[in-house]
């Protein structure tokens, strides 16, 4: 009977052992092949070579009896039918066997090892890997399957009559000297944070092709699409111009410099393959996106066929969209029906909110569960032209251990990265995604431009192309907008709300406060106050479905002149296309203070200086953790009660010139420098404990807002209690689990995070998916503005009324 790695499953016959190595090997090894890679410790031959190795014995393990029976026959998984801890040794060995040195076996290892979970640190000097079977499979297979694999194995030049002698001793000798190889490996910091991302590239490339292998799936969709010709933005404007020359007229000075800064970028002759690190720094409304799609279709013409995947990156969920939509209108345009036929294979939007689906890669009308499975893979494999996403799937994947991360990071490799409104990254980490960047760039040949109006000192401005003149932009008359008046002097909230009753009558203001509850307690104070003005608060306290809805009115009100009044927390400062006449600004770091000035007189409708900004002290700046060292940076810059928008480049120079973060970025930097994954030491925090975006600890609960949220939960209870039906047919279980992954999704625009004392004050009506546990837990429709929610505010902390079962003491 022939060896298989995959049962049989639906339309699809039993996968051959043989060929699903095959398969994993050569397409690690043809993809290495392709990209260009300036690595120092191992010659690309040679890392294609021991990304083949890896593939093709990576399910070794899998040809012992145990497991052949386990898979044939679906019995319940045992520590004999276990594969990877063989698998991993065997490759060892062979490893070990072809390279000179020892370090290539101990990746080896570990990326076998791990390859079905999330990797772990590299010192197992102390683990407790047990090894109880490990001798009875090497007897399995030497007693009954040594020959035919030997045979396999030959045609690739690999000798498996190692395994003979191979004794658990042996591996456990090599476990006990891996504390010495990394403290070896981490005597050279740049050395071993290129092993820690080489280490990931095989990692990446070995999980992303297993999966994609053992689902029978194939990437003909994408194929070639690096290849295509790049999408011409200067074209695209000028159609623009042509069809609607109202808008896009060079008449108007706006567009004139528009126009400039586009073509500076166009035309720049910095651009090149040998130039890894790039920054755009310019004022909000001069047409960013467009610019950082021209530089990348310059640089992508000057880099080899097939390289130069677009990987474009926003802080906020929030903001993706209607940057999305603008790069969707250029690719429209320029690939026409051949964009409309795959969409997604020359663009894809990637979020935790976003459908899992390759449009049009098979019929939707027939669309299987399977094939809904096999979309998710892709997508989250980032094989389009150009991918939209956050920035935190894109740090997570290059500073994370989790797998289903890690397995897209082979596609960042030879790629064009730009993350915009980069000021949004934690001072923290500035350090730690310098020197990572620099490795990427540089052995990687991954390219980055990072744009802002204030650019933070994260990349070394030695090695740093500023792609235009940024002070002409900064500091010209045109954008001239804004004119910041400080006032340094701590006031109570009662005082600064008396204040502005008595001095704002303005057509619209926005107040952007420190925290929830202060914009929550402003915004109260004002609905009374302003009576006939539109009145909006902006917070997390709000669902995502109700965020949309109250910006877009935001700015259908601020478009029509009508009278309007937003308070809202920091999530309006990134990138969100508002524009007021009036801002107050409670007192906050100093990009983020120029960040609230971009929401100011944004597209200079108010004319030169015509935006008035306020910067307020209220108290409320320790929420941010090391406010009082920026807080200092700021005193050491400003000198004057009031700022003009042409000031702000010089102090943003300034004041990102004093910020010195390192402790953090230290700790992470060790541990990625020992390959340390997962352990907890007094010097180092470990890779896996990375995060983006620091928050306490949280719970995340469905609010259903509508009454179609309400039948969707409804409807999502029903398909659970089915799935829990024994005798359902394939057919009808596929069915089920399509619908119940479209209703997820559906769900998630009313989903929110509080905190657990907060969800404990509610107990008594929130209700859970699948009782018992704390999996889609919810308020009903019935009940969440009876008790919880505020259609104007969202989520309260405290309930409105006594709870249904509530005790009180």
Not at 186 to 205: G, H, P, W
Not at 588 to 611: H, K, M, T, W
Request: net charge negative.
């Amino acid at each position: 009977m022939r060896l298989i790695s995959h049962p049989a499953e639906g339309n699809l016959p039993e996968k051959s052992l043989f060929e699903h190595l095959l398969n994993v090997a050569e397409a690690s090894t043809a993809e290495v092949q392709r990209h260009r890679l300036n690595l120092s410790q191992i010659d690309k031959n040679d890392l294609a070579r021991l990304s083949f190795l890896i593939g093709i014995l990576h399910d070794f393990g899998k040809s012992t009896s145990f497991f052949q029976r386990h898979v044939r026959e679906k019995t319940h998984p045992s520590n004999l039918s276990a594969h990877s801890l063989l698998s991993a040794a065997v490759c060892y060995h062979v490893v070990k066997n072809e390279f000179p040195e020892d370090k290539w076996a101990y990746v080896a290892f570990h990326v076998v090892y791990r390859h079905h979970n999330h990797l772990t640190s590299f010192d197992l000097s102390n683990n407790d890997i047990n090894f109880g079977v490990f001798r009875d499979q090497i007897d399995n297979i030497v007693g009954s399957r040594l020959e035919e694999l030997a045979a396999f194995y030959r045609k690739y030049n690999i000798d498996i009559h190692c395994i003979v002698g191979l004794e658990p001793d042996e591996l456990k000798d090599f476990l006990e000297c891996s504390g010495d190889f990394v403290s070896d490996l981490a005597e050279n910091r740049e050395a071993a944070i290129e092993m820690f991302f080489i280490t990931n590239y095989l990692f990446s490339l070995l999980t992303d092709n297993d999966k994609k292998d053992a689902a029978r799936l194939t990437n003909d969709y994408f194929k070639g699409n690096l290849a295509e010709p790049v999408n011409d933005i200067l074209t695209f404007v000028e159609d623009c111009r042509r069809k609607n020359p109202e808008k896009f007229s060079l008449d108007n000075p706006l567009n004139q410099s528009r126009t400039q800064f586009l073509n500076e970028i166009a035309h720049s002759d910095q651009i090149f393959p040998e130039h890894h690190f790039y920054t755009i720094t310019a004022p909000t409304g001069i047409g960013k996106t467009y610019g950082c799609l021209a530089f990348a279709n310059s640089l992508k013409k000057k880099l080899s066929p097939g390289s130069g995947r677009i990987i474009y990156c926003l802080p906020y969920t929030s903001i993706i969209d209607q940057n999305y939509t603008e790069f969707e209108k250029i690719i429209q345009f320029n690939k026409g029906s051949a964009y409309s036929a795959r969409p997604s294979r020359y663009l894809l939007k990637h979020h935790y909110l976003t459908e899992k689906e390759i449009v049009n890669r098979v019929d939707s009308e027939n669309r299987s569960y399977k094939d809904y499975l096999d979309d998710q893979l892709l997508v989250e494999s980032w094989q389009s032209a150009m991918i939209v996403t956050t920035f935190v799937q894109f740090f997570h994947t290059i500073i994370g251990n989790k797998n289903r991360m890690l397995k897209k990071f082979h596609s960042i490799v030879n790629s064009i990265v730009i993350l915009d409104e980069v000021q949004n990254v934690d001072p923290d980490y500035y350090r730690l995604i310098c020197e990572c960047f620099k490795i990427l760039g540089e052995r990687f040949n991954i390219y980055f431009l990072l744009i802002t109006a204030t650019q933070p000192n994260i990349l070394d401005k030695r090695t740093t192309v500023s792609l235009v003149d940024s002070a002409k932009y900064m500091t010209a008359a045109l954008f001239n907008r804004v004119k910041l008046s400080i006032n340094t002097k701590e006031k109570d909230q009662d005082t600064f709300l008396a204040e502005f009753r008595d001095n704002f009558n303005g057509d619209n203001c926005l107040l952007v406060m420190n925290t929830k509850r202060m914009a929550i307690e402003c915004y109260q104070f004002i609905e009374k106050q302003y009576k006939e003005y539109h009145k909006y608060c902006l917070t997390t306290n709000l669902t995502p479905y109700d965020r949309e809805l109250i910006i877009d009115e935001i700015k259908s009100r601020l478009s029509n002149q009508e009278k309007v009044i937003v308070v809202s927390t920091q999530l309006i400062e990134a990138g969100v296309d508002v524009s007021f006449e009036t801002v107050y600004r409670d007192f906050g770091p100093f990009d983020s203070i120029v960040q609230v000035a971009g929401r100011c007189n944004r597209n200079g409708e108010y004319g030169v200086l015509g935006g008035k900004m306020l910067l307020v002290n209220l108290g409320n700046y320790r929420v941010y953790k090391h406010f009082s060292y920026q807080k200092e940076c700021i005193n050491n810059i400003i000198n004057e009660e009031e700022y003009e928008s042409k000031d702000f480049y010089n102090l943003s120079e300034q004041y990102f010139g004093r910020l010195n973060f390192e402790a953090k970025a230290e700790k992470f930097l060790s541990a990625i420098s020992e390959l340390n994954y997962d352990v907890r030491r007094e010097d180092q925090t470990p890779v896996s404990d990375f995060t983006l975006i620091e928050e306490q600890p949280k719970t995340d609960i469905f609010i259903l807002r509508t009454e179609d949220s309400q039948r969707n939960m409804d409807r999502l209870i029903e398909l659970l209690a089915c799935l829990k039906e024994r005798d359902l047919l394939k057919e009808e279980k596929d069915n089920i689990l399509i619908e119940f992954e479209k209703l997820k999704n559906a769900l998630k625009k009313f989903q929110i995070s509080i905190y657990q004392q907060e969800f404990q004050k509610y107990q008594a009506i929130i209700k859970s998916a699948t009782p018992g546990s704390d999996l889609y837990q919810y308020i009903s429709y019935e009940n969440h503005l009876k008790y919880a929610y505020d259609e104007k505010v969202g989520f309260l902390k405290e309930p409105k009324a006594s709870l249904p079962g509530a005790m009180f003491y």
